[in-house]
């Protein structure tokens, strides 16, 4: 059976995939109304971590931070069986990884750090991309199930390589973001259409996500619905910057894209959808 914790956005779009996958999912979540949407989907809900430990051959973790993810493992990891493996796609602390994987060695089952991109629609509907750390073995024998979940799915090395690729990762997109709303604002004061820039743009090398999807789907036409939140950026730059620290390297373009987000807290909420990084630059521009 597969054991899922966390019912949020993403942990809910998992449910509706693998249910739709003919999976058997036992579900738990702390929030009671999470609990009783699964309920309605037809999920089959635990009573408690525990329960849900002690069921399930593989555990998929859905998790706002690091800190909790912890947490969730402190009271779950005494209840596994031997042999389980748990996949965390939350975007987690590669330190704190590689010690929860520590632990699941010494008692009898896998931890793997197995993060996504893709959002709420990428988890619904199967064409999310997942990077993997941890141990092969483990990983191709859950391949069956991550290949369900997925439209691309690459193990990159041990125990935490995949958190410390996620990190990377959205740092990167964080940063494209606010030089493609830069060189929006460039182009539309010399009379060039953020369109034209786009298609200029999308033929060349300075082609990024940000410019061939971010753009047209969430920030051209207004929409600015992507699922994924400025908090949660927030946090995910955060990760960046204090991943640099602990490694004791100075990355100075990395601060400044940090700054930047940091400093859009005075327009934008944490819930405001993470694309609109757009108006605050356009903004500062004014």
């Not at 109304?33 to 998929?60: W, Y």
């Not at 590669?94 to 009898?108: F, M, S, V």
């Not at 730059?237 to 204090?242: F, K, N």
């Not at 373009?253 to 944490?270: F, G, H, K, P």
Request: aromatic content about 4%; glycine content about 10%; charged content about 20%.
């Amino acid at each position: 059976m597969i054991g899922l914790i966390g019912l949020g956005a993403m942990g809910g779009g998992y449910l509706a995939r693998l249910t739709e996958q003919n999976q058997t999912v036992l579900c738990f979540d702390a929030m009671p109304e999470a609990r009783e949407r699964a309920a309605v989907m037809g999920a089959e809900i635990a009573a408690s971590l525990q329960e849900l430990g002690s069921k399930s051959d593989t555990i998929i973790l859905s998790l706002p931070k690091a800190a909790i993810v912890e947490a969730v493992m402190n009271d779950l990891g005494p209840h596994l069986k031997s042999g389980t493996v748990v996949i965390d796609t939350s975007t987690s602390e590669p330190d704190t990884t590689k010690r929860l994987a520590r632990i699941a060695t010494d008692n009898g089952y896998v931890f793997l750090d197995c993060p996504v991109s893709g959002g709420p629609i990428g988890a619904r509907t199967g064409t999310m991309t997942m990077v993997v750390g941890g141990d092969k073995a483990a990983f191709e024998s859950v391949k069956p199930i991550l290949d369900q979940m997925t439209g691309k799915l690459i193990h990159i090395g041990p125990s935490g390589a995949g958190h410390t690729v996620k990190i990377a990762n959205n740092l990167l997109c964080a940063a494209n973001l606010v030089l493609m709303s830069e060189m929006a604002q460039m182009a539309e004061r010399a009379g060039i259409s953020i369109e034209e820039l786009l298609t200029g743009i999308n033929a060349g090398s300075g082609r990024s996500g940000v410019s061939e999807v971010n753009f047209p789907k969430w920030i051209t036409n207004g929409a600015f619905d992507s699922g994924f939140t400025m908090g949660l950026m927030r946090k995910d730059v955060g990760l960046a910057t204090d991943l640099a620290e602990r490694l004791g390297i100075d990355l100075p373009a990395t601060s400044a894209v940090a700054n930047i987000w940091e400093q859009s807290r005075e327009m934008l909420e944490d819930s405001a959808d993470f694309n609109e990084i757009f108006k605050y630059r356009k903004r500062s521009n004014a």
